[in-house]
């Protein structure tokens, strides 16, 4: 069939780090597209304070380059231990706060996409280099302080200036920059981690880092409910709710975020917190089905190429 989407199992290509055992089944690596789905259960030999899981990964399933996609590791250690991981081009990296300890589970289930736009949330010349891009964002963010720092920097600048030569391909619509707005434009989005809320058919897939708003914070029954977005397409919002995990960095709290189609859309996506937050940041990454899909309604919604016609990659 011509155009036809292939379907390719990398399972066998991922070789565990000799600090990592199997936990009872083998990684999944499932390429579809241009999207992924990674799915891994392992735990530590040793102790361990970051790593990449993998001796190597696949050039198939890496992300866009300069990217770091942010993925939510489930794990058995306490709250003490504050744990992240993204995938770069060597595959996911695990950070913990402090050493873990030997036979901790380190689990991951996560589909991410290579072909998006990037995120781009300021509209003037913050730093003043002639262009408005994705570094007007990352220097307004950093109040200029990161202007000379080099690896973010170079990081976020060569995936710009990929964009820009337009060696990408076709790029999916990033919903994140143009109808959904944080309480406060100015409340990050990691300059050094992958951004999006992507639409593909029925499934809503996003990540990004974000702080969460003070506005419209509640507290009861101890657990505080934060609000994020000021705004958020109803394209993107399930009829019925939605729970999905979060990762906070004020690590001795839980969390999780609640997506809902509402007409005040300010509420339509709450984090529930057990507890009231000083550090606000947070990791938001995940996927869930829109329930009222209809394929006869929403067809070209799911091309990868729908960017053509509502694109918003810097000129």
């Not at 999944?28 to 891994?40: F, H, P």
Request: with cysteine; proline share 3%; glycine share 6%.
């Amino acid at each position: 069939v011509p155009n036809a989407i292939t379907k390719l199992d990398l399972s066998s290509q991922l070789e565990r780090q000799s600090f990592l055992a199997s936990s009872g089944s083998d990684p999944q690596l499932i390429v579809y597209g241009d999207r992924i789905t990674l799915t891994a259960s392992h735990t530590t030999t040793g102790i361990f304070l970051n790593g990449y899981l993998f001796k190597s990964y696949p050039a198939e399933a890496r992300p866009k380059q300069g990217d770091q996609v942010i993925a939510l590791v489930g794990t058995d250690a306490s709250n003490t231990y504050n744990i992240f991981c993204y995938i770069d081009q060597g595959g996911p990296f695990i950070i913990s706060s402090q050493w873990l300890p030997s036979n901790t589970a380190l689990v991951l289930n996560i589909t991410y996409y290579k072909n998006y736009e990037s995120s781009k949330k300021i509209n003037y010349d913050a730093n003043n280099d002639g262009k408005i891009d994705i570094m007007d964002t990352w220097n307004q963010n950093g109040k200029g302080q990161f202007e000379a720092q080099s690896y973010v920097y170079e990081t976020v600048k060569n995936q710009t200036n990929l964009i820009e030569a337009g060696v990408q391909g076709l790029n999916r619509t990033n919903h994140l920059n143009s109808e959904i707005k944080l309480m406060d434009e100015l409340a990050i989005y990691k300059a050094d981690r992958a951004a999006y809320f992507i639409k593909d058919g029925p499934f809503i897939t996003y990540r990004f880092g974000a702080k969460l708003a003070q506005l419209g914070a509640n507290y009861e029954a101890q657990q505080t409910v934060y609000k994020l977005f000021s705004t958020i397409s109803n394209k993107v919002l399930p009829p019925n709710t939605k729970y999905m995990p979060i990762h906070v960095e004020q690590q001795e709290f839980s969390a999780m975020c609640l997506f809902k189609d509402m007409y005040d859309k300010s509420s339509a996506v709450q984090v529930a917190v057990s507890g009231q937050l000083n550090t606000l940041d947070c990791e938001f990454q995940g996927t869930y089905i829109l329930d009222n899909y209809t394929n006869s309604t929403n067809a070209n919604e799911s091309a990868p190429n729908e960017a053509a016609s509502d694109s918003f990659i810097d000129e």
